[in-house]
T-cell receptor
């Protein structure tokens, strides 16, 4: 079945460091891909999405490119801030209309 | 943008009682709603999918008689945890999807932390 695999955390970086959180997927057909962010004690917020191959989603300095050839959707940010500390979930939506989540990556940014 | 309101945000109840959690789409019609459960420091586990006016479809291993889901209108879905026990304590999150799906994507509520004592 469809699945999402993302790098395990926690990831700890210093402020202004470069961030990459890897995400790969397995799916039949052509899923849409998402990154969601969850701040402590809150629900999930959509960070960015891409609906077809080679699309680049971007928001708040974060970017991810839908790579069909490598079945990847890695999240990147050039310069992280303390306020970016949260849990990040990679997810896909298949033709079955469900969202399938990765296990989440906890990101902590040191001042 | 699309907003989903979920409440209560926190609830504490006694073992054996029932708790209802509401999820409302405020500015769009949610033809499909999803209910998730999240254990501490873990990912979201899909419990059930409900379409407006239809019975919910439950994921394998989720007791439909314990977790009652109602999706009576295009803007409201409820999850009732019946005869709650301490092992039902968890973070419950709803998600709503509009007809187009990809226009708004999936919008999540802010979650409900249920503690059963």
């Amino acid at each position: 079945g469809d699945s999402v695999t993302q790098m395990e955390g926690p990831v700890t970086l210093s402020e202004e460091a470069f961030l990459t959180i890897n995400c790969t997927y397995t799916a039949t057909g052509y899923p849409s891909l998402f990154w969601y962010v969850q701040y402590p004690g809150e629900g999930l917020q959509l960070l960015l999405k891409a609906t077809k191959a080679d699309d680049k989603g971007s928001n708040k300095g974060f970017e991810a490119t839908y790579r069909k050839e490598t079945t990847s959707f890695h999240l990147e940010k050039g310069s992280v801030q303390v306020s970016d500390s949260a849990v990040y979930f990679c997810a896909l939506s298949s033709s079955a209309s469900k969202i399938i989540f990765g296990s989440g990556t906890r990101l902590s940014i040191r001042p | 943008g699309a907003v989903v309101s979920q409440h209560p945000s926190r609830v504490i109840c006694k073992s054996g009682t029932s708790v209802k959690i509401e999820c409302r789409s405020l500015d769009f019609q949610a033809t499909t709603m999803f209910w998730y459960r999240q254990f501490p420091k873990q990912s979201l586990m899909l419990m059930a999918t409900s379409n407006e006016g239809s019975k919910a479809t439950y994921e394998q291993g989720v007791e439909k008689d314990k977790f009652l889901i109602n999706h009576a209108s295009l803007t409201l879905s409820t999850l009732t945890v019946t005869s709650a026990h301490p092992e039902d304590s968890s973070f419950y999150i709803c998600s709503a999807r509009d007809r187009g799906g990809f226009y708004y994507g999936y919008t999540f509520g802010s979650g409900t932390r249920l503690t059963v004592v």
